[in-house]
């Protein structure tokens, strides 16, 4: 029997998954410690909208949460989602400010960096693994696994081959929307597993309610770790139990070394933990309910509800089967990008815009005119030429990409605007923060200090998180 290792996602993809990342720090605390004791191979706990959320939501310091987790988790690696060269924002920052980071991270407790790019394109993450490898910690590179007449096999084994020539020690298929069948799974591990000696680790979501034989057919296929959650935090748009995950293993004679009495410590716990946020509104029955569809469609499930309360908001809610058949048209003019933040919003914004004004590419959101550009990467397939003319004659003023190591440092400035509104001398790690996220973050600083203020500012900030998805491109 081989050994097959599980990471337990719960408190970082899990709670982002099911509860809008809204989970407090002391249950966060209480189920890493519980989850600590069980023997997993490792625990995802920060990274993704995990950063931004305590700040803006929680009002708490993500750097202070970091340290307690690693104190709570003494005996298990620490593992965290980074989106290469836009940390955990949306994006590129500079590598002054990636570099501090990486390094902080990896000083404060995490043992794992899982780095993606959501378009794939190795010159969004070769400075994050750069900076990984430098300051010790293991570099594990994700593929974002979308489906496309692009998106082969040969395409995947290509790119972890040149993951494994830039320093990967492992390899995971981040399989973000949910969107992989129990056939594509078992192929593509095998092929993997054929191509490189890296260990191979999957990530999938149980949106489409497939996850348990997807999970069966990888482990067949020679997978050495998969992701999941404690069962009462684990389902719909989340991810398969751990307790399910144990099952699945005894069926296809993989040996996994899991404390039981642990896990069911573990279980106990979390099944009190989720009662809360189901009282609290936070945990929505919607996000539970299975949507097969998604296997058809290859659009993220996320991605659907997003569209639905788009076309809800225009009172054409009747559009919504146009939408979906406009979307794979989008996608393929645009190259075939994965439907991953922020393109699945691009493309889905772009879709419902074509759909709703009767003509296409009649109003173009500023993402796309910057995507065209070249500002978010190399796309993944060919552009169609004459959609980027014609987006490119709404373009006022027509800008140039420039590489990463060139975009200018601003830790300096930040940190002497920040000197000001603290009054006093900041952190490195407050100087980071909030290089990455000014208002959230000047805004929880001045919380601290004013209380009175909190409400009215997480009102709007909330609102703002609906309604826009606004990214500065690279060189603005
Ligand atoms: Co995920």
New binding site residues.
Partial sequence: MSKLGIQDVTVR?GNQ?ILATRMRREDILDLVTALDKVGFHSLEVWGGATFDSAYRFLKQSAWENLREIRKAAPNTKLSMLLRGQNVVGYHHYDNDVLERFIRLTIENGIDILRVFDALNDPNNLRNAFKFVKKHGAELQAAIAYTVSPVHNNEYYVNLVKTFEDMGADSICIKD?AGIITPQTAYDLVSDLKAATDLPIQL?S?TTANATPLVMEQAMKAGADIVDGCIAPLSGGTGHLADETLLEVAKLTDRQVDLDIDALNEAYDLADIIVNKYIESGDLRTRSLIPNPRILTYQVPGGMLSNLLSQLEEQGASDRFNEVLREIPNVRKDMGYPPLVTPLSQMVGTQSVLNVLLGERYKLVPNEIKDYVQGHYGQAPGELDQKIVDLILEQVEVKTTTVPPEDLPFVFDEMKNKMKQFLDREPEEEEVVAYSIFPEPVMNYYKEKNQKEETHDNMQSEKVDEVVSFRMIPPNQ
């Fill in positions: 993809d998954s973000m990530h979501h």
